[in-house]
């Protein structure tokens, strides 16, 4: 038994063994306090190699050089910074209108980036407003013309919501006749006044 390896530190040969990111290389003396070092080798592409207690490689304390608490803040880092167009109106038209396809089993193939939100509805002619999420009749909505054919880059213009609405609801034949009704009707005021 070498100096320094004395109750519970059998000495296990590590070589070759993979701890996470830790590739044992090679055996690197004893520790003052008694404990077997091990030279290791970073996994991960940096080449990095340092030299690790075995207990601290069979515990999990030690992982790698450090790449891994990278990856991990990196990952936070996205999570706490998401990416700047995730917040774009024409980018949240797109991602609900995704989650209506896949739900109503309609094709979809848009490309955010040409969606585009006019300044006003082209049915009502009221100005669009890109609010705080609440829809509003002026919140801007993806209009799939034919509905049938889903959500492809030709099938689709941005209307208000109130428009959108109107249309969802009522036939062609429908508001045709509502029309006529409404005309009608105010007829007699009209005259009246
Ligand atoms: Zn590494």
Redesign the pocket.
């Known amino acids: 038994m070498a100096k320094g390896e004395g109750k519970g530190h059998r000495l296990i040969d590590l070589t070759g063994k993979r701890f996470v ?1 830790w590739l044992v290389l090679s055996r690197a003396g004893t520790s003052k306090s008694g404990h077997p070092l091990w030279l290791c080798q ?5 080449g ?1 190699e340092r030299t690790v207690i075995g207990d601290s490689l069979r515990n999990g304390l030690s992982k ?5 608490h990278r990856q991990v803040s990196a990952q936070q880092v996205r999570l706490r910074h998401p990416d700047p167009w995730s917040e774009k109106p024409e980018y949240k038209l797109y991602q609900s209108a995704k989650f209506r396809a896949k739900r109503d089993g309609l094709p979809f193939s848009l490309d955010w980036k040409q969606i585009h939100i006019p300044t006003h509805c082209p049915v009502l002619g009221i100005e669009l407003k890109t609010g705080d999420g609440k829809p509003t009749d002026a919140s801007p909505t993806l209009d799939k013309l034919i509905p049938e054919l889903g959500y492809t880059d030709d099938n689709v213009r941005v209307i208000s919501f109130r428009a959108n609405s109107i249309k969802r609801d009522a036939s062609a034949e429908e508001l045709r006749r509502v029309l006529r009704y409404v005309e009608n009707a105010l007829q007699p005021i009209l005259l009246a006044a």
Do not use: K, L, V
Not at 42 to 46: I, K, R
């Open positions: 990111n970073c996994q991960c592409g940096s990095i790698g050089c450090g790449c891994i």
